[in-house]
Every structure is written in structure tokens, then in C-alpha cells.
Nanobody
Framework: HVQLVESGGGWVEPGGSLSLSCVAS????????MEWYRQAPGKQRELVES???????NYADSVKGRFTIARDNGKKTLYLQMNSLKPEDTAVYYCHAVMRTDYSANPRIYWGQGTQVTVSS
């Protein structure tokens, strides 16, 4: 069974930093894309960043210049470095991936369980 596990969330003061990790495990032939989403209380889930197989990263305007994405293909791990955190960044952050379990399989969508990030004084 393929699964995604997030870690690295916590509580920080405004201006602080956190680094999130998402590890994909199980039988995985290829990872087509991995993304970070977040959902704040009372709000819709939104895309924070995406990392596709072409190596490019795309960021939401609200986090551009503060968040940085990286991926370790060998470890099947996606990272999100978050700097200059603001209270409005408070949310549950979810890992999302599109992956194939073998060469002939169609890509499928997977979600992690989420990790809580709280930014407050």
C-alpha cells in the first residue's frame, strides 16, 4: 500500500521558521508530482506549492519569497522550508502526490494525514 507521511509541524512565533517533510513509501514506480496544500480553520484547502517531474516549483502568491520547495528523489521525500512565518500561515499542511505503482499503471492521487502548523505569539 502506498502512503504519504508528513512531519515537521509545530508551534512557532511570528517570524520563525519550520521545515516540513513528506515521505512517500510503499511500492512506487514513479512520482509524477508532489504538492503541499494547507487548510486553515474555517477556510478552503488551498495549494501552497507544487513540484513536478520537470523539476520546477510553483508557489502561491501568499508564500512566494518565504517558502522554498525541495525534493530528494532517492528518498522519495518532499520538503517545504517555511521562513518568516505569519499568523495567517496557521493551518494543517497536507502532502499530495500523483504516483504510479508500476510502469503500466495509471497515475493515482494520494493524500497524507496532515501536520499542524501554528504561528502565534
Amino acid at each position: 500500500h502506498v502512503q504519504l507521511v508528513e512531519s515537521g509541524g509545530g508551534w512557532v512565533e511570528p517570524g520563525g521558521s519550520l521545515s516540513l517533510s513528506c515521505v512517500a513509501s510503499g511500492t512506487i514506480f514513479s512520482i509524477i508530482a508532489m504538492e503541499w496544500y494547507r487548510q486553515a480553520p474555517g477556510k478552503q484547502r488551498e495549494l501552497v506549492e507544487s513540484f513536478s517531474s520537470n523539476g520546477s516549483g510553483n508557489y502561491a502568491d501568499s508564500v512566494k519569497g518565504r517558502f522554498t520547495i525541495a525534493r530528494d528523489n532517492g528518498k522519495k521525500t518532499l520538503y517545504l522550508q517555511m521562513n518568516s512565518l505569519k499568523p495567517e500561515d496557521t493551518a494543517v499542511y497536507y502532502c499530495h502526490a500523483v504516483m504510479r505503482t508500476d510502469y503500466s499503471a495509471n497515475p493515482r492521487i494520494y493524500w497524507g494525514q496532515g501536520t499542524q502548523v501554528t504561528v502565534s505569539s
